[in-house]
């Protein structure tokens, strides 16, 4: 997967700078319009985020701040004895993450491309691609919990006693 990422991810900004040139010179609805510039400016920021998703800086974060990794029971996957797995497993999983916002940045990227020769392409196709997106994040997050089960019960925890229950004064009469 991390493989994949990275190619995609790749891919992507060799994508955008060439389809720079076939960019309009105004991009956007005729209310609301940036120009060619600004759009591949903003887009190249966000294809910058994707890259927290990547391998290596899902590792680091691991290790400098486990803290503000956020996993299904947190305190049994990050113990120091399952940490470096649990790391693992986390990163190849955020790849699968920065694959869907990979394609999110390049449809979003060659959507006024394809307008431009083509014209006001139909509305189903972006929902479409907000439905699979939605589906994939639905999926990934299944994914997550059934990657990061709840901890089986320790042997030696002693089993959890009822508190007993206040007994009947007189001002409460069984009944």
Known sequence: MRRAFNLAWLLLIVGMAIGYAWLPEQVGSPSKQASRAFFAGVMAFVACHALLCSHHFV??????APGV??????????????RQDSLQRMATQLSVLGLMLV?????????PILEAPLGPLPDWAAWTGAALLAIGFAVWMRWQYRLFPAPPPAVHEPALRRRPGRPPGPDRQRR
């Open 59 to 64: 590792l680091w974060l691991g290790r400098r």
């Open 69 to 82: 990794l956020n996993l299904p029971h947190k305190a049994y996957w990050l113990a120091p004895e399952r």
């Open 103 to 111: 394609a999110l940045t390049a449809a979003i990227s060659a959507w």
